[in-house]
């Protein structure tokens, strides 16, 4: 088994001071039978009381309110994580997947993850796409699968910073770049596209220096789960052109993006934002103390004290969204 310490930052700065900050976080790391958590904590500045609660997916879920004037906004989020082994996923299925992963979706509640959603949708340049890779019920559910994770591995050239949190699959499709975000939408809407349920997976991928992952170390990860007969939820990282394992740490799971952002919140004021995050994730053989502290790296401490700096009254103006891109 393998053990992760995780910090994830995130700093939102203001060039004016604002009134009001509404947030709600999906950090936590999500627990099942191969991934634990075993301690989580959730720091805030200005500091605030959190409250937290498990939405209808099984994700954990810590929401806050800070009503005072402040021109930044710091999270820090701490994990310690478990992972097991993950069981070997085989190249293929029996002859008569099709027919037994259609029995499992008529027997189980599996719709939301087959409809299309916010940002997985079959827009004409997703079906052009499907056409281009031969995306058809041909071989079985799972050959297709591993498939379509190596091409698009293969399509899209990992560019960060190349697409928008909110931009559709069809910019990153057209231009053959982009994110895990992108990477991810797009095989999500493949799958749905010939009747397999695929969800979005957002958490964190470890990276070793014998690792060669596209995506950026320092940043959240997105993959996708693929519902299959006999296997259940398996994870597939066509970023990486991966079957997810034990670097993969999830933390939320949803139709696509829009239901499981890392921040997601509003804040009272008229001003611009800017967005800082950064993320460490160290790995260990053995469980780490869980009373340990992690260490805090010197301009992260700086952030949070200047937080606390008092900031002069603005007028309310108006509420602004704002979320975070993996």
């Not at 995780?6 to 939102?12: M, Y």
């Not at 004016?16 to 790391?29: A, D, H, L, V």
């Not at 189980?108 to 079906?127: C, H, I, N, Q, R």
């Not at 993320?279 to 949070?304: F, G, Q, T, Y």
Request: hydrophobic fraction near 40%; include cysteine; charge should be negative.
């Amino acid at each position: 088994m393998n053990f992760y310490s995780i910090r994830h930052l995130t700093r939102f700065r203001y060039s004016r001071p604002i009134s009001e900050s509404i947030m709600e976080t999906r950090m936590n790391p999500r627990s099942d039978s191969l991934q634990h958590c075993l301690t989580f904590s959730l720091s805030v500045s200005p500091r605030c009381r959190v409250f937290s609660y498990r939405d209808y997916l099984g994700n954990n879920v810590h929401h806050f309110d800070i009503p005072g004037d402040h021109n930044q906004l710091i999270i820090v989020a701490e994990s310690v994580v478990e992972q097991h082994p993950a069981p070997a996923v085989p190249a293929f299925l029996a002859p008569d997947a099709w027919a037994a992963l259609d029995d499992l979706i008529q027997n189980g509640d599996y719709w939301e993850m087959l409809l299309p959603s916010t940002f997985a949708v079959e827009s004409p340049a997703l079906l052009a796409l499907a056409k281009e890779l031969e995306v058809t019920r041909r071989d079985d559910p799972l050959m297709l699968v591993h498939e379509i994770n190596q091409r698009l591995f293969g399509y899209f050239e990992y560019v960060p910073r190349s697409t928008r949190v909110d931009s559709p699959i069809d910019d990153a499709i057209e231009s053959h770049r982009g994110v895990c975000q992108d990477f991810t939408h797009t095989m999500i809407a493949l799958l749905r596209h010939v009747g397999i349920p695929a969800r979005y997976v957002s958490g964190y991928l470890y990276r070793s220096r014998e690792d060669h992952d596209r995506s950026t170390p320092d940043a959240t990860h997105a993959w996708v789960d693929v519902l299959l007969p006999h296997l259940g939820w398996v994870g597939f990282d066509p970023t990486n052109n991966l079957v997810a394992h034990h670097r993969h740490i999830r933390t939320a799971v949803g139709r696509d993006y829009a239901d499981v952002p890392p921040t997601r919140g509003i804040f009272r004021g008229n001003t611009d934002s800017e967005l800082y995050v950064a993320v460490h994730v160290e790995a260990a053989e053995k469980a780490p103390a869980l009373d340990r502290s992690l260490p805090i790296p010197e301009d992260w401490s700086v952030l949070v004290e200047r937080a606390q700096e008092p900031v002069p009254a603005t007028p309310v103006v108006e509420l602004q969204q704002m979320q975070q891109q993996q």
